[in-house]
């Protein structure tokens, strides 16, 4: 059975394989260039699930993401709920100290990532020509052909065909596991020794080590590990649910990836953490993801012609093949920046900002 997205009836026909922060935000630039776009996304619809994932709760929203959001207009009613954050709490067994983020009162932005994503989908939904398959889940893409195999979760195999591929399907992303096929993908991952669980005090965060995971088997062991480490935080988070949220919530993995390029000749583009995943100890994970479609763009801009153009609304196979081709020269370099910078933040959180406040007394691990 087929699902044609391909040019019918002359369109130019784009499939964003991942409906999350990331593709629903490419989704609504490549839709205002009046280009026919279907988000295939394998979970059911954000929107209409009462629990998501038990991925991070909230995010730090930078400038560099608000600059993605602007660049596709879909800043509004979604800026106006964001907290600004001034100063991170440390603690060190029963003291706490609050470290300002910047000198002159600067501040990153705390924003819901569900609300984000049902954001972005909403946005990217007022475009006539957009659509959605939830519960779709890509499972191999022939880029010569332009034809994606979709799994539903019937078990039926549904095919798809798109005149641009692209893959914004998360860090263990398959569209880039099939273009290492066809490109001679230079890839490197890297997982570190730390691992997250949320727990709700309102919502945080704990990163430490799989070891020190391992070693809590039971809610005695974790009651003595907040007291010993964090004794502040057990009247605010409450011990029922410290131990319900510690033993029911998936723990995650924390892993950096780069690879390059990120294209196949005018047939495919990956997008955020497929491309390059990195640690959230920066902060900028979503943020250079929004940062890709905005870069993205503009070399459409200059390559395609503006959006709205004619040239940009049906551009040649060449033409989007140039534009792909320098996408992943330019945003090579400074994508690998960004996850080695984070990369260095890991260290930093995870114990230099102790050394600011208490020198003698370092835990390795951060709420
Ligand atoms: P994802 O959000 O992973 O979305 C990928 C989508 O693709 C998902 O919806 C998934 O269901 C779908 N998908 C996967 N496989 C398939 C398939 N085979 N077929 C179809 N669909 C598929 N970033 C920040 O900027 N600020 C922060 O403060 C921050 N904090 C973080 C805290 C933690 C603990 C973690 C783990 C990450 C944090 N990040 C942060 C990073 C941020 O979460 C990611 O960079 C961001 O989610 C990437 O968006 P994405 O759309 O590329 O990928």
Redesign the pocket.
């Known amino acids: 059975m087929s699902s044609p997205t391909r040019s019918q009836n002359g369109e130019f026909s784009v499939a964003v394989?991942?409906?999350?922060?990331?593709?629903s935000l490419a989704a609504v630039y490549f839709a205002s260039r009046g280009w026919t776009v279907t988000v295939?996304?394998?979970?059911e619809d954000i929107r209409t699930v009462k629990q998501s994932s038990g991925?991070?709760i909230?995010?730090?929203?930078?400038a560099r993401?608000i600059a993605g959001l602007e660049g596709a207009g879909v800043g509004k009613g979604l800026l106006d709920t964001l907290i600004p954050m001034k100063a991170r709490m440390i603690h060190v067994g029963n003291s706490q100290s609050s470290q300002n983020y910047g000198y002159f009162n600067e501040a990153i932005n705390s924003v819901d990532?569900k609300l984000v994503n049902q954001h972005l989908l909403n946005m990217a939904e007022t475009h006539k020509n957009v659509s959605f398959k939830f519960q779709?889940?890509?499972l191999s893409i022939d880029f010569d052909k332009k034809v994606l195999n979709?799994k539903k979760p019937d078990g039926t195999v549904v095919k798809a065909t798109a005149d641009l591929i692209v893959g914004?399907?998360?860090?263990?992303?398959?569209v880039r596991r099939e273009l290492m096929r066809v490109t001679r993908m230079n890839f490197m991952q890297e997982y570190i020794e730390h691992a997250?669980v949320e727990l709700n005090m309102p919502p945080v965060?704990l990163f430490m080590p799989w070891s020190n995971f391992e070693a809590i088997k039971s809610p005695t062991d974790l009651m003595l590990f907040f007291e010993q480490k964090f004794p502040d935080t057990i009247p605010l988070i409450g011990k029922e649910l410290l131990v319900k949220d510690y033993f029911k919530n998936p723990k995650?993995s924390?892993i950096s990836i780069k690879c390059k390029p990120y294209h196949y000749k005018s047939s495919c583009v990956i997008?955020?953490?497929?491309a390059h995943?990195?640690v959230?100890f920066y902060?900028?994970?979503?943020?250079?993801?929004f940062e890709d479609c905005l870069v993205l763009d503009e070399i459409f801009d200059r390559v395609l012609g503006k959006r709205g153009s004619a040239g940009s609304a049906r551009p040649s196979a060449e033409k989007v093949a140039k534009a792909l081709e320098e996408y992943s020269e330019l945003r090579n370099p400074d994508a690998e920046a960004i996850c080695d910078l984070a990369l260095n933040n890991y260290v930093e959180m995870r114990s230099s900002v102790t050394k600011l406040f208490l020198a003698p007394l370092v835990p390795k691990t951060v709420i």
Do not use: H, I, K, W
Request: net charge neutral; glycine share 22%; proline share 2%.
């Open positions: 394989v991942g409906g999350g922060l990331v593709g295939y996304e394998l979970r991925r991070s909230n995010l730090a929203l930078s993401g990532r779709y889940e890509v979709f914004t399907d998360g860090a263990f992303s398959r997250y965060t995650g924390l997008l955020g953490d497929a995943a990195m959230p902060g900028q994970g979503m943020n250079c993801g």
